[in-house]
């Protein structure tokens, strides 16, 4: 039986999409998976949908401060939020942020995935800012970028090839039905599987037929 194609479609600026992005990162080594990550633009797909980011009802901020502390210490990914934040994400515009890392994608595919993690780690562990130039300088020089490199991937991120890129990545998640991140699809049995959410990859085992041993499994089947 052949490999089972995982896209993984994610904004930086989604905590939840970081929980999905490390569990997956653990389990492509273990399950029977290819797994593709798909930098997409949320505010995109929000849009487009007719979505609303779910700080905006009272009860519901409220819950998910609770959730994600909760998700954070039980996925083991270091997460620090507080009721500041739904303010602070509000007012970040992260498509420079994911333009930068689809230049990355296009170009140094081999950094996707230590840039991708990066950009969470500034802003949702340290809650400094992604959306300005000399941020994304100094996360890509954690992420080993050279100063050379770095500098090319911010003259691209305006170039209508990484713009259209971004564009059309995040118009395949929405053509797959998703309406908000993580949104991961996986390409099994002929046909796409859509999952929404970082919960949900216990379900995707269930229909791969993987077995699941929590989010974060021992290198021991």
């Known amino acids: 039986m052949g490999r ?13 999409s970081w929980l999905g992005f490390e569990v997956l990162c653990r389990y492509q080594h273990m399950w029977n998976i290819d797994l593709c990550l798909r930098p997409a633009f949320l505010g995109g797909i929000m849009q487009a949908t007719g979505n609303k980011p779910p700080g905006l009802l009272p009860k519901r901020a409220e819950y998910l401060l609770k959730d994600v502390k909760r998700m954070a210490k039980y996925y083991q ?36 995935e230590p840039l991708s993690r990066e950009f969470w780690t500034r802003f949702w562990s340290q809650h400094q800012d992604i959306s300005e130039p000399e941020s994304i300088v100094a996360v890509a020089g954690l992420a080993g970028l050279s100063s050379e490199v770095t500098q090319e991937l ?3 991120i305006s170039t209508p090839a990484v713009k259209n890129r971004l564009k059309e990545t995040t118009e395949k998640a929405i053509n797959y039905g998703a309406f908000g991140m993580p949104s991961f699809v996986a390409h099994f049995n002929g046909e796409p599987h859509l999952f929404f959410g970082s919960d949900r990859i216990e379900l995707l085992g269930s229909i791969i037929g993987e077995k699941w041993l929590g989010p974060v499994p021992s ?3």
Do not use: C, H, W
């Open 4 to 16: 089972t194609v995982v896209e993984f479609f994610y904004d930086v600026v989604s905590p939840y």
């Open 219 to 221: 290198s021991k089947m």
């Open 154 to 156: 911010l003259e691209m």
């Open 77 to 112: 990914v270091p997460i620090e939020i507080s009721e500041s934040d739904f303010q602070r994400i509000l007012n970040t515009n992260s498509l420079g942020a994911m333009r930068f890392i689809t230049a990355i994608d296009m170009t140094q595919p081999q950094y996707l």
